[in-house]
């Protein structure tokens, strides 16, 4: 923490800028603890920190992230998002303008989401100990009266269903980063999900097994932990796999596989064979899943490995990566 | 070892014990018939450390049995080691016997490793009047399958997948019989008791009543695929001088342009096609089999189009199974007797692994109808199982040395001696072309190729050595050892298996392992300069290595320099697409402008041309093989691979074409950011007679390489080099970088008994573990 003057007159700007966007009566109670009014369901709580670079891309800023992605995380537990809180950390000497426009994009995604930001504190660290800002915040739900949604539900014959394309979040990042200027931009998917996820519990939530949504790793990675906690396989049909055109051509201009890219707005979701075709039109017919694709199936094997069959006709492992696609080939 | 002080008496009795590969060898018969013929008494028998020996007899008699014993073991046979002791002469042995095996022990004794058939077998099956007249499972302690057909141990037929055929009276007359050459030769096997051939149509229905070689050669006559069960796996075989037919294999095999290898019936056969050394003579005709890859003459692409076109070499091989001669048996019209078989003009036929889409060999019959239907128009089966699935060996011959390229059958599981002891080590190998390797004492065992663990049937497989192998050896390893790339499927098994069986894992960098397997082949001991030229490894600072002077002492290395770093533009995709590679060179040059012109028909060259101009810092790589992809790139002669090492082995075949050449004095530099090639590439960029620039750039490559490894053997006081990794198959520059490496006073060590390319990395991996601190207690 800054002792230095600077870093006390940039807290108190900051107080005020946050309280010019986000401010409600919640945040103006002024207590160390906000008090909440009871609710008649069980309470879905969860916490997730953001941290992007950069911190503004086509389709959203690191603001519209901290708030999608808490309140994706609830969506997908099959909850109602009701309240956020927000921890900031800020690096000193960090531009007031960007953090204005930071904290203004977070407004609107919680406005537009439903959610109220009821708890917030921020932190300013020495120039260099930090990386601009990083977002944490933390999402209360209520849950579905009868859900059951659980990672290790998923049983072999169960069917996969994705909500929209593939990779577009992480490939946005990248073009920006990489400076790769291509003649359509990328736009990140960056959305609240629980409008989706409400309308596809009150479709066949009995039959939904579980659903995810497969920000950093990917597909990949969200594959390879449901296969692992329920203690199935996983074979996915490449064919069936939605993809843009232009995040297609990204990755294969920069040599990463689409799986093991980062998503923000999109939900894989695992049901019943049964109810899989309703679940497919429940999705396609909202805004956010138009999309939407059955894109494999839950197998048994002993290995829970996740596989894909590829257009070529062959059929290969889709591994989770521990961190950047590093180069294989000897 | 040696025998002996002068007896007190001369009766004597000794028991011996015998370790190596000695047992389904025909080593107790021989052991039977040498004591019979001394007039000794007593009995030989198998257990799990190899062979025990009872011997009494007059003393002289010993001694010249021990003579023998030394020196005329059968052919399949290795004695390792013997140990002698003098025991007390006992009275009532009046006969020498061979006794059941013995269960106990610690296991020392090998698995012999499969071989051809041998000539007093194949006169049987070419003789009329013997009853294994055209039998096509014929074989005898001194040759047949063994390892593939081998559960675990001791090696005895209930072990094996002969299990299944209970011998006739006549086969267990001659199994039973001392004398006889099938004396406990656990595959016996004859027309009336043993595994029998079938001919299958794709959708695997039996033709029953069809003679299945007749149907197989008159198909591959007509040009058909047929599918042939082999010794390790399947086959793809088809007319090699039918274009149409290898038109057609390559469309169904999604095999566009890697080159098929061929098999033919002999030597005389092959001359034709390519040149042939003596030693390549004598490997062809080796009781192992290999592929050999000889060098091709002119005509062959001509005479066998779409074999191998545009690749300096041809694949070759001999047959090795009795169902492979009946084949060209039954094309020459089933003569009578073995003379025709040297003087036959034989057919060409390849004879190309049956793993499609990358996975391992297809081995048991109804999987091959299903995975093999749609590429083959029938199939040539036999109902013994295939227990280890084995694929071909292959290697090749450059400036008088002999290099693997895959080892495999013929060769596994035979031991690599190491120079010490050492814990029991199970090293995983890396991601492409993996096997793994097993120490047990001061011994190394290499499994065969595996192949690329990128899926699942391929993991199995990984598994499915692992497990046989380590019974085999009934060992549990102590210590675990892999690379150190996080993302590989061995590295995670290895954690996992670490992790349950609560013992050290150790992470060994790729080139480090490159060139300690070198260092293991040659059990050297001490400080080497390391040179490993291979394509792309992860490095200890998270690099992407591959051209490193290193020097390596044990488990201790240090990377004293490096090529300099090429952007890789798209990772593996770059590694995969050379004109990637050559982007990046033009870009390195300052032409960056030129390559969307230059690679007009690649639809992400314009992306590629912004993206390598646009100052983004784009990881690059040291891997000479990535140099190599450059090279080609910008000659113009590979722009995408099709098969990996493609635009190497082009540029490698243009160099051969047009002989030596001297290299560009002003061709590299050795900078404080590495051995810089940039400079030969500068002179690719402009060349025009292709095949005269290749063959000058390999020759400023293995000058440049020579400078710059002296320059640092001198600064570290280094008598000693090691050369590995993928590129030292390029025997262009291995042959020059031998000799001039050499020529300079400098001991130069290369693989030998493994692959230098990945093949060969799990040995290494296991000899740095074994002197790392984490497993010397
Ligand atoms: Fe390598
Ligand atoms: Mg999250
Ligand atoms: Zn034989
Ligand atoms: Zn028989």
């Not at chain 2, 090529?563 to 060179?585: N, S, V």
């Not at chain 2, 002669?637 to 540029?651: K, T």
Request: glycine share 10%; with cysteine; hydrophobic share 45%.
């Amino acid at each position: 923490l800054s002792h230095g003057g600077g870093g006390r007159a940039m807290v108190q700007l900051v107080r005020e800028l946050f309280a010019r966007h986000l401010g409600n009566t919640w945040l103006e109670q002024g207590n160390d603890g906000t008090v909440l009014p009871p609710i008649s369901g069980r309470l879905v709580l969860t916490t997730d920190s953001h941290v992007v670079a950069p911190l503004f891309f086509p389709g959203g800023d690191i603001g519209s992230l901290a708030v999608h992605g808490t309140v994706n995380d609830l969506a997908v537990m099959g909850a109602r998002p009701l309240w956020l809180t927000a921890g900031f950390i800020l690096e000193e000497g960090f531009p007031l303008g960007d953090l204005d426009r930071i904290a203004a994009s977070m407004a609107r995604a919680c406005a537009a989401a439903g959610v109220l930001l009821v708890a917030g504190d921020t932190k300013v660290v020495e120039h260099g100990k930090g990386d601009g800002v990083f977002i944490t915040t933390t999402g209360v739900g209520e849950a579905h009266p009868h859900c059951t949604l659980s990672g290790s539900a998923a049983r072999p014959g169960d069917v996969v269903l994705l909500s929209g394309t593939l990779g577009d979040h992480g490939m946005a990042i990248m073009s920006q980063r990489e400076n790769l200027g291509f003649d359509t931009p990328i736009e990140s998917d960056s959305a609240a999900l629980h409008g989706l996820t409400a309308q596809l519990m009150a479709c066949a939530g009995a039959d939904i097994r579980l659903m995810r949504d497969p920000t950093r790793g990917g597909l990949a990675a969200t594959m390879n932990e449901i296969a692992d906690q329920s203690g199935v396989g996983v074979l996915l049909d490449e064919a069936a796999i939605p993809l843009r055109p232009e995040v297609a051509a990204a990755c294969e201009l920069l040599g990463l596989d689409p799986l093991n890219v980062a998503n923000e707005g999109k939900l894989v979701l695992v049901c019943a064979e049964q109810a899989a075709t309703a679940l497919l039109a429940t999705m396609r017919a909202h805004p956010l899943g138009r999309a939407a694709a059955r894109i494999g199936g839950i197998t048994t094997d002993a290995n829970h490995f996740v596989q894909m069959r590829t257009q070529l006709g062959g059929c290969r492992m889709v591994d989770w990566l521990s961190g950047e696609q590093l180069p294989r080939i000897c | 070892m040696t025998l002996l002080e002068a007896p007190v008496t001369s009766l004597a009795q000794h028991r011996v014990r015998v370790r190596g590969v000695v047992q389904g060898v025909g080593f107790r018969p021989w052991i039977w018939r040498l004591a019979h013929e001394h007039g000794l008494r007593g009995w030989v028998r198998n257990d799990a450390e190899g062979v025990e020996i009872l011997l009494q007899g007059e003393h002289a008699a010993i001694a010249a049995f021990a003579l023998r014993l030394e020196h005329e073991a059968p052919p399949l046979a290795r004695i390792d080691t013997l140990h002698w002791a003098s025991q007390a002469p006992q009275a009532g042995l009046h006969d020498f016997a061979i006794l059941a095996s013995a269960h106990h022990g610690t296991a020392r004794t090998l698995i012999s490793h499969d071989s051809a058939v041998c000539p007093d077998c194949l006169a049987e099956i070419f003789d009329p009047n013997a009853r294994r007249w055209r039998y096509a499972f014929s074989n005898c302690t001194h040759c047949g399958p063994r390892y593939t057909i081998t559960r675990g141990i001791p090696y005895d037929r209930a072990r094996t997948s002969m299990a299944a055929f209970p011998m006739c009276a006549a086969c267990a007359a001659e199994y039973a019989d001392p004398g006889d050459r099938r004396f406990h030769a656990e595959p016996i096997a004859c027309p009336i008791c043993g595994p029998r051939l079938g001919w299958l149509d794709a959708h695997g229905h039996a033709q029953d009543g069809t003679d299945a070689l007749q149907a197989a050669v008159a198909a591959l006559r007509a040009g058909a695929i047929v599918a042939i069960k082999g010794l390790g796996g399947f086959h793809l075989a088809c007319d090699a001088r039918n274009a149409d037919a290898v038109q057609r294999l390559r469309q169904r095999k999604q095999r566009e342009m890697k080159p098929f290898a061929l098999m033919l019936a002999n030597l005389h056969s092959i001359e034709p096609l390519a040149l042939l050394d003596a030693d390549e003579r004598a490997r062809l005709q080796s009781p192992e089999r290999p592929i050999a890859l000889l060098r091709k003459r002119g005509r062959v692409d001509a005479l066998l189009p779409g074999v191998c076109d545009g690749m300096a070499r041809l694949g070759v091989m001999l047959p090795y199974t009795p169902l492979h001669y009946l084949l060209f048996h039954e094309y020459a019209g089933r003569p009578a007797g073995s003379t025709w078989l040297d003087a036959f003009d034989s057919p060409a036929l390849v004879m190309t692994s049956a793993n499609p889409c990358g996975e391992p060999l297809v081995a048991d019959n109804a999987e091959a109808v299903r995975r093999l239907g749609g590429i083959a128009d029938a199939l040539l089966v036999h109902d013994r199982a295939i227990v280890v699935r084995c694929d071909d060996s292959v290697l090749q011959h450059a400036g008088g040395q002999m290099q693997f390229v895959r080892r495999a059958r013929g060769y596994v599981p035979r031991a690599i001696r190491l120079q010490a002891d050492g814990p029991v080590v199970l090293a995983v190998g890396a991601h492409l072309k993996n096997t793994l390797c097993i120490t047990r004492g001061d011994e190394a065992f290499i499994s065969q190729h595996i192949g690329t663990l990128d899926n699942a049937a391929t993991r199995a497989m990984f598994d499915e050595v692992a497990q046989h192998l380590l019974g085999l050896l009934q060992v549990q390893p102590v210590v675990l050892a892999h690379d150190l790339h996080p993302d590989f499927h061995s590295t995670r098994y290895a954690q996992t298996l670490a992790a349950r069986l609560d013992v050290p894992c150790i992470a060994v960098q790729h080139h480090h392992a490159h060139i300690a397997a070198v260092a293991a082949d040659h059990r050297h001991s001490g400080p080497l300069l390391g040179l490993a030229l291979d394509g792309v490894g992860l490095g200890t600072d998270g690099g992407a290595w591959g051209g490193e002077l290193l020097r390596i002492d044990g488990a201790h290395c240090e990377r004293i320099d490096h090529l300099r770093a090429l952007a890789l533009p798209g990772g593996d995709r770059a590694a995969r697409e050379p004109w990637r590679m050559a982007a990046a060179a033009l870009a390195a040059m300052g032409h960056g402008d030129t390559i969307a012109r230059r690679f007009a028909g690649q639809p992400q060259a314009l992306a590629v041309q912004r993206w390598l101009t646009s100052g983004a810092a784009i990881p690059g790589s040291s891997s000479l093989g990535r140099w190599f992809d450059a090279a080609a790139g910008l000659l113009g002669i590979c722009a995408v691979m099709d098969f990996e090492a493609e635009a190497a082995m082009r540029l490698e075949a243009l160099a051969l074409r047009h002989g030596p050449a001297q290299p560009w004095h002003d061709g590299f530099r050795i900078t404080r950011d590495g051995l810089d090639l940039l400079p030969a590439l500068q002179h690719l960029h402009s060349a025009t007679d292709t095949a005269e620039a290749a063959a000058r750039f390999h020759a400023t490559l293995a000058a440049a390489l020579v400078a710059w490894s002296l320059q640092a053997a001198q600064a570290h006081d280094l008598g000693v080099i090691a050369l590995g990794g993928g590129c030292l198959l390029n025997t262009v520059l291995a042959t020059m970088l031998r000799a001039q490496l050499a020529a300079h006073g400098l001991l130069v060590l290369e693989a030998q008994q493994v692959p230098p390319n990945d093949g060969g990395l799990s040995l290494g991996q296991a000899w740095v573990a074994r002197q790392h601190p984490a497993s010397i207690h």
